[in-house]
Structures are given as C-alpha cells and as structure tokens.
C-alpha cells in the first residue's frame, strides 16, 4: 500500500523559512516523480514544485528562487525547503507520488506579517 506522509508544517514570520518533509512507503520511491501541491483557503490547489527520478527540477513562478524541492532516496524521503516565506505562501501542503500519484494529509503552513 502506497502512503506518504508530510510533517514539518507550522506557523512563521514572513521572512522565514520551514522545511517540509514527505516520507514515502509502499513503492520503489528511487525511480519515481515526487511533487508538491498547495491548496489556501478559498483558492484552487496548485503545484508548487516537482522533482523527477533525473534529478530534474521544476518550480512554480510564484516560488522559484524561494523554495527548493529535493530527495533522499535512501531514506524514501523527499524534502520541500521554504525560504523567504510570504503570507500568501499560507496554504495546506502536500506531497504527491507513487506509481499511481497518491496524495498525502498534507501539512499546514501559515506566514503572519
């Protein structure tokens, strides 16, 4: 059974940083695309960053620069880095893989001013 399972969500300052994790079982993490979701109050879910089996990066304009996706594949874990939080990062986040694109419970941010 595919499961992943983020933590590291709270609450920041703007101008701060958190760094999530998503810790992944049930499938051969390694050669698998992991993503990162974002859904706030009253707004659509959208993607945030993903990171494929190469290495490869992809980010949302909103993000880039600020946030950081990466892997351990070791550890079956993979690592979103928010840095240089704003308020309109607030949002529930989550982490999406497996062979089949499993969702996690995600993991609440919230920037205050």
């Known amino acids: 059974q595919v499961q992943l399972q983020e933590s590291g969500g709270g609450s920041v300052q703007a101008g701060g940083s958190l760094r999530l994790s998503c810790a992944a079982s049930?499938?051969?993490?390694?050669?698998?695309?992991m993503a990162w979701f974002r859904q706030a109050p009253g707004k659509e879910r959208e993607e945030v960053a993903t990171?494929?089996?190469?290495?490869?990066?992809n980010y949302a304009d909103a993000v880039k620069g600020r946030f950081t996706v990466s892997r351990d594949n070791a550890k079956n874990t993979a690592f979103l880095q928010l840095n240089s939080l704003k308020i309109e990062d607030t949002a529930t986040y989550y982490c999406?893989?497996?062979?089949?694109?499993?969702w996690g419970q995600g993991t609440q941010v919230t920037v205050s001013s």
């Open positions: 999406v893989g497996g062979p089949d694109g499993t």
């Open positions: 049930g499938y051969t993490f390694r050669g698998n695309c």
């Open positions: 990171l494929d089996s190469d290495g490869i990066t």
